[in-house]
């Protein structure tokens, strides 16, 4: 992509917020704050982003045994929470009551190479699932753009990656198990218990706990991502060929800066010579951007027209789990709606056009990705072709009041939430965007008539 030549007034933008380097004196290393665990009380437990924390009664429960896991939840009395990786931003995960994890039950329990199925112990990270299934010749079809989340925690919040030829990753679900609120082991599919397999596929851990999941899979494949940095009403306008074209593709966009991060992928063939270079954004930079526009709000525009500017255009070949994910560590809060497709444009342009218009103090970039159409119950691509939108927020700003400025926007054109991620919508509106969301409450309150699995954020979500 060719680079903008350095203008005197460009280079009037640039010394701008080199004003405000002052700001940043004292700003240490340990000031740009990364993804840890870091001054948080034994015994509790927080998300990745920082903003949800809770103390659980007995500390974390990690049952090393389906029958284990199985006997604390038949014993608890009051509400229990499975946890993945903590990746989720919204409150679906905390109880001050019992919250286990699976992390003790990970691994590859059999796979079928005709088929190419595998069935996977549910808290297998993703990052140990792709070279594992590598090893058997299979693939994931696609992936989120970060790999650190178990498999129960991304199916169960309908986690995604890029590309319209591709589904949400539920969608390769052929068989579940699942440990009930009075400890009964499920073995569902679409041939057993197929309501129940159907409303278990997107559950937010509200049906009971996975165990293990058994997904259809593509033989292993190389990618090649290409990523630069273009002016941001080109790259949406150019979108639309890309969607056609790439396996993959998606762009950042800097709104106030005009600049687009974009990544193009496609599938190559395993002649292809193995090629890994660095990841373009640096994450301490990213962090001390993120610290500058926050201290000082008036840079926001000048940092994101530079940051286009010193991003290195890269390609990457390699394996598909190394090519899909990337490294975040500056905590941040999001929120994700999906649009139908053909809104996509409209509605971005009118969340990019908030955000500069009201001076909304933001530096993080937008995120504009497609997803395939799909007919799982909770999916919120269901029924249509999707773009996903999303809005991020440095983790120590205020991310609701961002929130709130672009929510409705989002409602206008009739937009969906991303289960795992910040949205302010409750069980009665919900309601109205998901065909099965009464097939899904029946089957939610046979398997847990007690609410065993709903904290309070659960409960507003499902109960009307
Ligand atoms: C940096 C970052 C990048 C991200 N990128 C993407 C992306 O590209 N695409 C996308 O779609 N999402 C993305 N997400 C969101 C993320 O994929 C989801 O929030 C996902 O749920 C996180 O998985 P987890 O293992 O951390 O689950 P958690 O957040 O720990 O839990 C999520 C839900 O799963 C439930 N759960 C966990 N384990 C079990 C179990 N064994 N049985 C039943 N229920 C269980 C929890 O109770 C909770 O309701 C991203 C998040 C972050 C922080």
């Not at 009464?438 to 847990?448: I, M, S, T, V, Y």
Request: net charge negative.
């Amino acid at each position: 992509m060719p680079r903008p030549t350095l203008t005197r007034r460009r280079l009037l933008r640039t010394a701008l917020p080199l004003a405000a380097v002052p700001l940043l004196q004292g700003c240490g290393d340990d000031d740009i704050d990364m993804a840890d665990d870091d001054g948080v009380p034994e015994g509790e437990w927080q998300n990745w982003a920082k903003s949800v924390r809770c103390n659980p009664r007995n500390g974390l429960q990690l049952p090393e045994t389906v029958d284990e896991l199985a006997g604390i939840v038949a014993k608890a009395k009051g509400p229990v929470r499975a946890v993945g990786a903590g990746h989720s931003f919204a409150a679906v995960v905390p109880t001050d009551d019992t919250l286990l994890s699976i992390e003790a039950l990970t691994g590859i329990v059999r796979h079928d190479p005709k088929e190419l199925t595998a069935t996977i112990r549910a808290g297998t990270r993703l990052f140990l699932l792709g070279p594992q299934l590598a090893e058997l010749g299979q693939g994931l079809p696609a992936q989120p753009d970060v790999d650190l989340q178990s498999l129960a925690g991304a199916l169960s919040t309908c986690s995604h990656g890029a590309g319209a030829q591709h589904r949400c990753m539920p969608h390769t679900i052929q068989g579940l198990q699942l440990v009930t609120a009075d400890g009964r082991v499920l073995d569902l599919s679409p041939t057993q218990q197929p309501q129940l397999f159907e409303a278990a596929r997107v559950s937010l851990g509200t049906l009971g706990v996975l165990t293990e999941v058994t997904l259809r899979n593509r033989t292993k494949y190389l990618l090649k991502e290409s990523t630069f940095v273009m002016p941001l009403d080109q790259a949406l306008a150019q979108f639309a060929t890309w969607q056609r074209q790439d396996r993959h593709s998606e762009f950042f966009a800097f709104p106030r800066g005009n600049t687009a991060y974009c990544k193009r992928m496609s599938e190559v063939s395993a002649e292809t010579p193995l090629t890994i270079v660095a990841p373009a954004l640096e994450e301490k930079e990213l962090g001390q951007a993120a610290e500058l526009a926050m201290r000082a709000p008036w840079t926001i525009a000048a940092l994101q027209r530079i940051a286009g500017w010193f991003v290195p255009d890269t390609v990457r070949i390699g394996a598909s789990y190394h090519i899909f994910p990337t490294v975040r560590q500056v905590p941040f809060n999001e929120m994700e709606y999906a649009v139908a497709a053909e809104h996509g444009p409209a509605c971005f342009r009118e969340v990019v056009a908030a955000i500069c218009d009201q001076n909304l103090p933001v530096f993080f970039p937008l995120e504009y990705r497609h997803v395939g159409a799909d007919d799982l119950w909770l999916s919120p691509y269901h029924g249509r072709e999707s773009v996903t939108i999303s809005v991020h927020q440095y983790h120590k700003q205020d991310h609701a009041a961002l929130f709130r400025a672009v929510e409705p926007i989002f409602w206008k054109y009739d937009g969906r939430p991303h289960w795992g991620k910040w949205h302010s919508l409750t069980a009665a509106r919900l309601a109205n965007h998901y065909p099965h969301w009464g097939d899904f409450q029946r089957a939610r309150k046979e398997l847990d008539p007690a609410g065993k699995f709903l904290n309070p954020y659960l409960k507003s979500l499902f109960e009307v």
